[in-house]
């Protein structure tokens, strides 16, 4: 079945840098587009960034625009969510997500000083 694993998450101070994994199972992860969301206490959960299924393609939203980079590594079943000059309101939990609507456990992201 179709298994998405989360990682890279962590405690980071604003101005950090992360680089998130989402590690695909179970599927044909080459035929399909993949996401990033995120789900911050209180919040909705909100779309951050997609890429198509080649990556040559890519959508973020406004909020991160400039700040994030999505990529994927299709021999690696593997789609990555780079993130620099974290901000305070970016503290959520990331979760990917495939086109046919699976959803990953989630990796939780907090900026703080």
């Known amino acids: 079945q179709v298994q998405l694993v989360e990682s890279g998450g962590g405690l980071v101070q604003p101005g950090g840098s992360l680089r998130l994994s989402c590690a695909a199972s179970?599927?044909?992860?080459?035929?399909?587009?993949m996401s990033w969301y995120r789900q911050a206490p209180g919040k909705e959960r909100e779309f951050v960034a997609g890429i198509s299924h080649t990556g040559g393609n890519t959508t973020y939203a406004d909020s991160v625009k400039g700040r994030f980079t999505i990529s994927r590594d299709n021999a690696k079943n593997t789609v990555y969510l780079q993130m620099n000059s974290l901000k305070p309101e970016d503290t959520a939990v990331y979760y990917c997500?495939?086109?046919?609507?699976?959803w990953g456990q989630g990796t939780q992201v907090s900026v703080s000083s």
């Open positions: 179970g599927f044909a992860f080459t035929w399909y587009a």
């Open positions: 997500k495939t086109a046919q609507g699976s």
